[in-house]
């Protein structure tokens, strides 16, 4: 079981400083990843969700180490990528690649798409001599043709951009890309040929992807594993099938009742819940479980002691002490 499992992360932990103005003093922490588990099989597409500020994406830049962490353990392939000086590090980014959510700010708007695509192969000397056939061939299976290679961002199309940003994280074939919000800044028609996209890449490479995303409706066709979080820690994790059909923690069952039903027939007998309140500072977040300020279900128990993740079902950890 343990051989399937690409990336394992334990006990994951990014806290921010916050600086006073006298002398910058340290006057608090933010915790933006305050202990997070989970792991990523090989070939799958494991998923994170939650709200705007949850820690989603410091969780990607973490593991990638595009910032440091606090604390705690990230095993890629059996190596502890936390413990990996600056030289072993240029060894993994070959395997483990990003695609960033904005492709507008992620491209240098001075350099061709060609040069934006051949430039991690020029940085890894690999393909040396190659480099124009490695970036076509690359272009192709992104969906983008020879002419494109001459063009500057500005010239292409939103779908396009991410087609680049897809193009340059593949060049290196890494075997885990993370994929923060990849379809957040297209149209709903290019979200669907972005995902497709993604979906037959994964099949015919044999990719690994870590998905961020808040798109629940982009969740239940893409992803085989879940996990939902909510201020910095993971809250339930399942296969994606089942977390849709069984959500046992009261903020999964939230989310999920808010994705929009397109049946007009059937949409009035939906019940959506809402969630009283505002989410806590992550400078100062609740004892007990951080969800319990807003839990509809909240006992005495909850407000003092954290729940720690229970397996209800096979693969399915929940981290309440109540579970619905």
């Known amino acids: 079981m343990q051989k399937d499992k690409l990336l394992i992360c334990e006990n994951v932990k990014k806290h ?36 705007s500020g949850c820690g989603k994406t410091t969780i990607g830049l973490t593991i990638l180490r595009l910032i440091e962490p606090t604390a705690g353990k990230v095993y890629f392939q059996g190596e502890n990528i936390f413990e990996l000086g600056k030289r072993e590090m240029i060894r993994f980014r070959r395997n483990m690649q990003i695609v960033f959510q904005d492709p507008q700010s992620s491209l240098n708007p ?14 890894h000397n690999v393909h040396k001599g190659n480099e124009v056939e490695r970036v076509l061939e690359i272009l192709e299976s992104v969906g983008l043709r020879a002419e494109h290679m001459e063009k500057y961002p500005h010239e292409l199309s939103g779908g396009q951009k991410q087609r680049v940003g897809l193009a340059r994280a593949l060049t290196l074939e890494p075997k885990l890309i993370v994929l923060d919000e990849p379809t957040s800044s297209v149209d709903v028609s290019v979200q669907a040929k972005i995902l497709n996209l993604l979906k037959k890449l994964r099949e015919n490479m044999g990719l690994s992807y870590l998905f961020i995303t808040h798109d629940l409706s982009v969740i239940k066709h893409v992803s085989n594993r879940t996990a939902v979080m909510y201020l910095g820690k993971i809250v339930e994790s399942a296969t994606t099938e089942e977390l849709f059909r069984t959500p046992q923690h009261p903020y999964t069952q939230a989310l999920l009742s808010a994705i929009p039903n397109p049946n007009p027939r059937t949409r009035h007998l939906d019940k959506v819940i809402v969630i009283k309140g505002e989410v806590p500072s992550p400078m100062n977040p609740p004892l007990g479980c951080r969800f319990h300020t807003r839990c509809p ?14 397996e209800t079902r096979v693969e399915h950890y929940v981290s309440c002490h109540y579970p619905l």
């Open 16 to 51: 921010y400083p916050v600086r006073g103005s006298f002398f910058f003093r340290s006057v608090g922490v933010v915790r933006a990843v305050d202990g997070v588990d989970f792991y990523v099989k090989r070939g799958e597409t494991f998923s994170l969700i939650g709200e």
């Open 110 to 123: 001075r350099m061709t798409v060609k040069s934006i695509i051949s430039e991690p192969l020029v940085i």
């Open 297 to 310: 279900f909240v006992k005495p128990k909850c407000k003092n002691v954290e729940p720690e993740p229970i």
